[in-house]
């Protein structure tokens, strides 16, 4: 996912339908935020963008 948005550079990245795991959705945007330099956000139902 991080290379593709590298390639890509979108204004923001925003992260839907994650399968639960042991990971929480802070933990997955921070560890996308190490390799991407753009806005990563995680959201949440009814948001809108």
């Known amino acids: ?3 593709i948005a590298n390639e890509i ?3 923001k990245l925003v992260l839907t339908h994650l399968v639960p ?3 929480s ?4 945007v921070r560890k996308i935020k190490e390799g991407y330099d ?4 995680c959201a949440n139902d009814l948001d809108s963008f």
């Open 1 to 3: 996912m991080i290379e």
């Open 25 to 28: 959705p802070k933990y997955l």
């Open 21 to 23: 795991t042991i990971a």
């Open 38 to 41: 753009g806005e990563v956000i």
């Open 9 to 11: 550079k979108p204004k």
